[in-house]
């Protein structure tokens, strides 16, 4: 069974850092694309960043480029998502998601995980 768990979300105040977890399991996760997304309250959910199954390319969106990098352990079955400089608009519930063919910051993958809250305030 195809599993992504997120994990690593909590309390931190504005110019913090986090690092999120997207832990695979039932499948390799270097042969897929990874996204990680988010959704505010009342928002909907976008796109964040993405890294590329194969050759490691990313991307980022306007928002969280300079303070966000994402990173894959294959060893580890494991992306993660290093969160710097957070502010207070970075409060969101954090996804992951992954898909052999889709890749970017729209929402076409196919299996997602349940989500970790992140919350920036001091």
């Known amino acids: 069974q195809l599993q992504l768990v997120e994990s690593g979300g909590g309390l931190v105040q504005p110019g913090g850092s986090l690092r999120l977890s997207c832990a695979a399991s039932g499948f390799t996760a270097g042969d897929y694309n990874i996204g990680w997304f988010r959704q505010a309250p009342g928002k909907e959910r976008e796109g964040v960043s993405c890294?590329?199954?194969?050759?490691?390319?990313?991307n980022y969106a306007d928002s969280v480029k300079g303070r966000f990098t994402i990173s894959r352990d294959n060893a580890k079955n494991t992306v993660y998502l290093q969160m710097n400089s957070l502010k207070p608009e970075d409060t969101a519930v954090y996804y992951c998601a992954a898909d052999r063919y889709a890749y970017g910051l729209g929402p076409g993958y196919l299996y997602w995980g349940q989500g970790t809250q992140v919350t920036v305030s001091s």
């Open positions: 890294i590329r199954a194969s050759g490691g390319y990313t």
